[in-house]
């Protein structure tokens, strides 16, 4: 059955209704419970409007696993002063943002835990900010996926100083997905080629809406 509809940015200029499914919300979930991973421990700082499918993450997963979410308001989620007062008030231990969010906070001069889990995606992490982020030597997290592949389709854990001289990997697929890179004639490149991206598997979403 289907769970939302949630629209595109709009890069084609037309704007498409993507139709996400409840199983491929159930396959992310349980994916990213085990890789990134969440238990009931956990307390996730929620920054993202809703308006954006990474906020299904925010909301659905720390349900999911009995964990606690602490909801940022759009004033304090723009303001890195004010997430990290949050962070600390609330022991936050995984929070989830794009790259532009977490150079904000380090710039205002975060002092970053070593404890909290950081979760970067919705663009592309830039191989300066992936070394900054995990100099600490805590758990940094490069997401990516396409909204029509219901949030994320792949992830990979950043290691400190990888990304001194190369863009951070976007790393492997989660669970039930595949990622096939392309030529122009969908026959599969050879190591090392360019091609495009095409992901199958539980996450693909059942198309757009009135399409």
């Known amino acids: 059955?289907?769970?939302?509809?949630?629209?595109?940015?709009?890069?084609?200029?037309?704007?498409?209704g993507v139709m996400v499914e409840h199983g491929s919300v159930v396959n992310f979930l349980c994916s990213m419970a085990e890789k990134p991973g969440m238990t009931s421990e956990d307390r996730l700082l929620a920054v993202t409007s809703i308006s954006f499918?990474?906020?299904?993450?925010?909301?659905?997963?720390?349900?999911?696993?009995?964990?606690?979410?602490?909801?940022?308001?759009?004033?304090?989620?723009?303001?890195?002063?004010?997430?990290?007062?949050?962070?600390v008030r609330h022991g936050i231990s995984i929070m989830?943002?794009?790259?532009?969010?977490?150079?904000?906070?380090?710039?205002?001069?975060?002092?970053?835990?070593?404890?909290?889990?950081?979760?970067?995606?919705?663009?592309?992490?830039?191989?300066?900010?992936?070394?900054?982020?995990?100099?600490?030597?805590?758990?940094?997290?490069?997401?990516?996926g396409p909204t029509e592949t219901t949030i994320w389709s792949s992830c990979s854990k950043v290691v400190s100083g990888e990304g001194n001289c190369s863009s951070p990997s976007i790393g492997r697929p989660i669970a039930n997905t595949k990622i096939y890179l392309l030529d122009e004639k969908q026959r599969p490149v050879p190591l090392g080629a360019v091609g495009e991206i095409y992901i199958g598997g539980a996450g693909v979403a059942r198309g757009y809406l009135n399409r």
Request: charged share 20%; net charge positive.
């Open 96 to 144: 989830q943002a794009t790259p532009a969010t977490w150079r904000g906070l380090l710039d205002a001069k975060w002092k970053q835990s070593k404890e909290l889990v950081v979760l970067c995606g919705g663009e592309a992490l830039p191989a300066d900010l992936a070394s900054r982020l995990s100099e600490p030597g805590g758990w940094v997290w490069n997401m990516y």
């Open 53 to 87: 499918d990474i906020a299904g993450l925010e909301l659905y997963l720390p349900l999911s696993k009995g964990a606690r979410i602490v909801l940022a308001s759009r004033t304090q989620a723009v303001d890195p002063y004010a997430l990290e007062r949050m962070m």
């Open 1 to 16: 059955h289907l769970a939302y509809v949630i629209y595109t940015s709009g890069s084609t200029g037309k704007p498409k």
